[in-house]
Nanobody
Framework: EVQLVESGGGSVQAGGSLRLSCTVS????????MAWFRQSPGKEREGIAAIRAVSLSPYYGDSAKGRFTIAFDNSKKMLYLQMNNLKPEDSAMYFC????????????????WGQGTQVTVSS
């Protein structure tokens, strides 16, 4: 089983940037998918970005396209989410997740989750 620990959240003004990190430990198998999700109060958890461990092909949800970049450094076992041009509506708890996901931005496809890191964007 994969264990995940997020870091890097915080408070930033609109237009600013943050980089979230997720330490990935345990056995990283060939078709493992890793992803970032976010959830704000009263809203459903939303798939932001995902990547496969072997191909490293990125996938993005509509809210992330053009502003966020997902990356996985296999040598460090670190998953990253670079977030640029942040907006107040990006404020949420951000989670990293891992699993054998076919529908790569579907939260129900993921079996391992981190505890989350809070991102707050002020206007």
């Amino acid at each position: 089983e994969v264990q995940l620990v997020e870091s890097g959240g915080g408070s930033v003004q609109a237009g600013g940037s943050l980089r979230l990190s997720c330490t990935v430990s345990g056995y990283i198998y060939g078709d493992l998918a890793m992803a970032w999700f976010r959830q704000s109060p009263g809203k459903e958890r939303e798939g932001i970005a995902a990547i496969r461990a072997v191909s490293l092909s990125p996938y993005y949800g509509d809210s992330a396209k053009g502003r966020f970049t997902i990356a996985f450094d296999n040598s460090k076992k670190m998953l990253y989410l670079q977030m640029n041009n942040l907006k107040p509506e990006d404020s949420a708890m951000y989670f990293c997740a891992a699993g054998r996901a076919e529908r790569i931005l579907d939260q129900n496809q993921y079996t391992s989750w981190g505890q989350g890191t809070q991102v707050t964007v002020s206007s």
